[in-house]
Each structure stands twice: as structure tokens, then as C-alpha cells.
């Protein structure tokens, strides 16, 4: 749509002065492409979806314009005075990301002086009512948990003037919509924004059906793995994942950290243990875990504790550690959005990063799509890390390796050399 295509700073593009000197304390000076495509929109009060890829700025594309608002109702409309009733509402995807959204949003809210309050599953009911009794304006919540408070008449929403849609292709996605429309409905006031790293052809569908017609701003970087970030894929045999995997680990020396992901939790169990057996520093974590549990993991590997976090896609949304050096996919997932998520942990914010794809033949169909999403960093399907164990499973490479243990298992011969399965 074009919007601030022109604007260089935060201050050309509308930011109040007080906000722009908290971003610098941060560190930032300069708005990241998302910021200049969405500030505009957003913070001329217009309904709008803003695609851009995972890491890119997005919390602030929302939150900056977000708290901006709200700071304008204040004046217009006086500060708010009822508990449980916020003016501003932020929907994501995990409690995680719950957390780290409200911890970037109070960031901008403490200048402000506005109240941050958050809600999200897993959480005791004498918690959340505590939060409930107090007044504030933002509420961060998982769509869920919220509904039912609503439903419950335990927060009102007659008095949102925004309402934003974060991490959108998973929140909209089949199963998942329900608790939205309905935070959507019960926010008659509010103007909803709508933020996501992909956009598959039905949510958009479904946006473009929206009675405010939400603008489409897509960043020419979405759907794409960042130019700093290297992409390489190493063929290997199921049975050998952990040896591959450790190879890896090897090669990165030992004060890379990085993530490593597993489509289950079982899965993530093995893949700990296999790893804790070759002698690395393994943090495991999943939806198996009690929340606080999770919580207490993940605040220690931020923190510097364990040099590889295996999980789940539970850390693929929710996770923004700076000084990852790596991905590690176990195996690849079967949605094209997670594999987007689960990259953009790494080469946040232009930094350097490498993502490893462990490659069996049942991976092969979903080759073609990693490969498209590669297409904006440097992708290697060369040869693996150690040949002995990760060698590529090409067809005539296959053959000649059974051709090798019939020959074996018929002749006895010693000294035949063999390949771990």
C-alpha cells in the first residue's frame, strides 16, 4: 500500500517523541521495514494486516502505534477508571509469547503511564483474579482463556478501541478461529490490526471478508529466510538423527547455543536423551511440562543456562533470545508457517544465524517449500557434515549400499566397510 515508503525515523513517521527516546534506550533508532510499512496505517487509526517475516520488529510495529492510541482516548475520553475493562487488547498465541509480549509492551507503557496487565492458560484462577480487580489499559492475552473470562462477565470489552491479532496464522487457523471471533464480537469499539509472519490463502480469504476491510501490507521479506542466515540440509537415515544432530553440535563449537525442534513431545524426549548420551547441554521443553515449569526452563536458557533448548513448536512463536546461533530441525514440520517460525528464531534483527535440516526420506515431499522459503538466504544441500553417518540417500547411492550388505551378509567378508542405519 506504500505506506511511509518515504519515512526514515520514528519521528517522520508520527511517533511521539517520549516513545521514540524509550526505543533508543533499547537501543533502536532506526524502524525495521515492517515498522515503516505499518506505523502509518496503524497509527492513522486504519484496520490493517502486516505480514513480515518472524523477527523482524513486529511487536513494536503493533505496540508503538497501540500505546499511541490509547494515549490519545486518555485525553480525549480521560483515564480509565473500571477494572477488568482495558482499551487496548493484544491476542497471541502461547503463554510464552503472552509473556514476552506484555514484557515488550511495558517497555513503551512505563513512559506512557499506562497499565500492562496479561492473562493466559495455566495460570491459577487466584492469579488471574487478582489481575482482574485491578484497573488497567492493555490486556495480553491467549484467545481462550480470555473468551471465557468474557463469557464469564469477568472482563469487559465494550471499551477497546484496539484490538490486535498477533501471530494470525496460527490464531486464525481451522480449529482455532472460534475464540477470536468471539473477542472480535464482544469489542464492538475497537479497531482490529492483524500481525503475522505467513499469510495462507484462507485466512486471507477470510480477512478480505472482514466488514472493515482490513489494508493488506506485506513486506517483500515475508515468506523468506533472512540474507544473514544459512540455510543447509543434510540427508540422513531415521536411526541416525542423534549421531547427525551431534555432528552438528560438534562442528558449532561449544559456545553456540541454538534451538533444536521435534514435531511431539515424545519425540523431543528422545532427542534430549540421544543428546545427553554424546556428552551435550540439553534443556528439554513441552506442552508435557506444567506451565510453570516451562516458564522457570525457558527464563533459564534465556538466561545463559544449557546450550540447546529442545522443544516443540511451543518455543517456535514465543522465543526471542538474541544470541542464537542456530536452528536445528529434527525433523521437518508439516506446515510451511511453522518451518517460518521455527527459523526466524535465529537472524533476528539482521543478525548472522545457520538453520540445519535433518533430512529422511519421509522429509522429501516438504524439500520443494523449505527450499522456496530458503530462496531470500543461502541454502546448501551439499554434502553432510560427517559422510560416514549423514551421507545423501540419492537412488543409486542406496542401491550400491544394499548391493554392499547382501554382498557382506552372503561372503562373510571382513573388512567391508558399514553404515550406520
Given at each position: 500500500?506504500?505506506?511511509?515508503?518515504?519515512?526514515?525515523n520514528?519521528y517522520?513517521?508520527?511517533?511521539?517523541?517520549e516513545?521514540?527516546q524509550?526505543?533508543?534506550?533499547?537501543?533502536?533508532?532506526?524502524?525495521?521495514?515492517?515498522?515503516r510499512?505499518a506505523?502509518p496505517?496503524?497509527?492513522a487509526g486504519?484496520?490493517?494486516v502486516?505480514?513480515?517475516?518472524?523477527?523482524s520488529g513486529k511487536?513494536?510495529a503493533?505496540?508503538?502505534?497501540?500505546?499511541q492510541?490509547?494515549?490519545?482516548?486518555?485525553a480525549a475520553d480521560?483515564p480509565?477508571t473500571?477494572?477488568?475493562r482495558?482499551r487496548?487488547?493484544?491476542?497471541t498465541?502461547?503463554?510464552?509469547l503472552?509473556n514476552q509480549?506484555?514484557?515488550?509492551?511495558?517497555?513503551?507503557?512505563?513512559?506512557?503511564?499506562?497499565?500492562?496487565?496479561?492473562?493466559?492458560?495455566?495460570?491459577s484462577?487466584?492469579?488471574?483474579?487478582?489481575?482482574?480487580?485491578?484497573v488497567f489499559?492493555?490486556?495480553v492475552?491467549?484467545p481462550?482463556?480470555?473468551?471465557?473470562?468474557?463469557?464469564?462477565?469477568?472482563?469487559?470489552?465494550?471499551?477497546?478501541?484496539?484490538?490486535?491479532?498477533?501471530?494470525?496464522?496460527?490464531l486464525?487457523?481451522p480449529?482455532q478461529?472460534p475464540?477470536?471471533?468471539?473477542?472480535?464480537?464482544?469489542?464492538?469499539?475497537?479497531?482490529?490490526?492483524?500481525?503475522?509472519a505467513t499469510?495462507?490463502?484462507p485466512?486471507?480469504?477470510?480477512?478480505s471478508?472482514?466488514?472493515?476491510?482490513?489494508?493488506?501490507?506485506?513486506s517483500k521479506?515475508a515468506?523468506?529466510?533472512?540474507?544473514t542466515?544459512?540455510?543447509k540440509?543434510?540427508?540422513?537415515?531415521?536411526?541416525?538423527?542423534?549421531?547427525a544432530?551431534s555432528?552438528?553440535?560438534v562442528s558449532?563449537?561449544?559456545?553456540?547455543?541454538?534451538i533444536?525442534f521435534?514435531?511431539?513431545?515424545?519425540?523431543?524426549d528422545?532427542a534430549?536423551d540421544?543428546?545427553?548420551?554424546?556428552?551435550?547441554?540439553i534443556?528439554?521443553?513441552?506442552?508435557?511440562?506444567?506451565?510453570r515449569?516451562r516458564?522457570k526452563?525457558?527464563?533459564a536458557?534465556v538466561?545463559g543456562?544449557?546450550?540447546?533448548l529442545?522443544?516443540?513448536?511451543?518455543?517456535?512463536?514465543?522465543?526471542?533470545?538474541?544470541?542464537?546461533?542456530?536452528?536445528l530441525n529434527?525433523?521437518?514440520p508439516?506446515?510451511?508457517?511453522?518451518?517460518?517460525?521455527?527459523?526466524?528464531r535465529v537472524?533476528?534483527?539482521?543478525?548472522a544465524?545457520?538453520?540445519?535440516n535433518?533430512?529422511?526420506?519421509s522429509?522429501?515431499?516438504?524439500?520443494?517449500?523449505?527450499?522456496?522459503?530458503?530462496?531470500g538466504?543461502?541454502?546448501?544441500?551439499g554434502e553432510p557434515?560427517?559422510a560416514?553417518?549423514?551421507?545423501?540417500?540419492t537412488?543409486?547411492?542406496?542401491a550400491?549400499?544394499?548391493?554392499?550388505?547382501?554382498?557382506?551378509?552372503?561372503?562373510?567378508?571382513?573388512?567391508?566397510?558399514?553404515?550406520?542405519e
Amino acid at each position: 500500500m506504500g505506506y511511509g515508503a518515504a519515512m526514515s525515523n520514528f519521528y517522520e513517521l508520527g511517533v511521539l517523541p517520549e516513545l521514540v527516546q524509550a526505543l533508543a534506550a533499547k537501543g533502536i533508532t532506526s524502524p525495521s521495514p515492517v515498522q515503516r510499512m505499518a506505523l502509518p496505517a496503524f497509527l492513522a487509526g486504519k484496520s490493517a494486516v502486516a505480514v513480515a517475516r518472524t523477527g523482524s520488529g513486529k511487536t513494536f510495529a503493533f505496540g508503538l502505534p497501540l500505546v499511541q492510541r490509547l494515549r490519545e482516548a486518555e485525553a480525549a475520553d480521560g483515564p480509565a477508571t473500571d477494572p477488568a475493562r482495558p482499551r487496548g487488547v493484544v491476542l497471541t498465541s502461547t503463554r510464552e509469547l503472552v509473556n514476552q509480549t506484555a514484557k515488550a509492551l511495558k517497555t513503551l507503557t512505563h513512559v506512557a503511564r499506562l497499565r500492562v496487565r496479561q492473562v493466559s492458560g495455566g495460570e491459577s484462577v487466584s492469579d488471574t483474579n487478582a489481575a482482574l480487580r485491578q484497573v488497567f489499559d492493555v490486556l495480553v492475552a491467549n484467545p481462550p482463556r480470555l473468551a471465557r473470562l468474557v463469557a464469564e462477565g469477568k472482563v469487559n470489552l465494550d471499551d477497546v478501541r484496539v484490538i490486535v491479532v498477533d501471530e494470525a496464522d496460527t490464531l486464525l487457523a481451522p480449529g482455532q478461529r472460534p475464540p477470536v471471533e468471539a473477542l472480535l464480537t464482544a469489542s464492538t469499539r475497537a479497531t482490529p490490526w492483524w500481525m503475522s509472519a505467513t499469510l495462507p490463502e484462507p485466512i486471507r480469504h477470510w480477512l478480505s471478508t472482514r466488514p472493515e476491510r482490513p489494508a493488506l501490507l506485506i513486506s517483500k521479506d515475508a515468506h523468506t529466510t533472512p540474507e544473514t542466515v544459512t540455510v543447509k540440509n543434510i540427508p540422513v537415515k531415521g536411526k541416525s538423527r542423534g549421531d547427525a544432530a551431534s555432528d552438528v553440535l560438534v562442528s558449532l563449537g561449544p559456545t553456540a547455543r541454538g534451538i533444536l525442534f521435534c514435531n511431539r513431545r515424545e519425540t523431543a524426549d528422545a532427542a534430549g536423551d540421544a543428546l545427553r548420551e554424546r556428552g551435550h547441554d540439553i534443556v528439554v521443553v513441552h506442552g508435557g511440562l506444567l506451565p510453570r515449569e516451562r516458564e522457570k526452563a525457558i527464563k533459564a536458557f534465556v538466561a545463559g543456562g544449557g546450550r540447546v533448548l529442545v522443544t516443540t513448536e511451543l518455543a517456535g512463536r514465543g522465543l526471542d533470545v538474541l544470541d542464537l546461533a542456530f536452528v536445528l530441525n529434527w525433523e521437518l514440520p508439516e506446515r510451511a508457517s511453522d518451518y517460518v517460525h521455527r527459523i526466524g528464531r535465529v537472524g533476528r534483527m539482521g543478525r548472522a544465524g545457520r538453520v540445519f535440516n535433518l533430512i529422511t526420506d519421509s522429509d522429501r515431499h516438504l524439500l520443494a517449500e523449505v527450499e522456496r522459503l530458503a530462496s531470500g538466504g543461502k541454502l546448501d544441500t551439499g554434502e553432510p557434515l560427517r559422510a560416514a553417518r549423514t551421507r545423501r540417500t540419492t537412488t543409486v547411492q542406496g542401491a550400491r549400499e544394499a548391493a554392499a550388505r547382501r554382498k557382506k551378509t552372503a561372503t562373510s567378508q571382513a573388512g567391508v566397510k558399514r553404515f550406520d542405519e
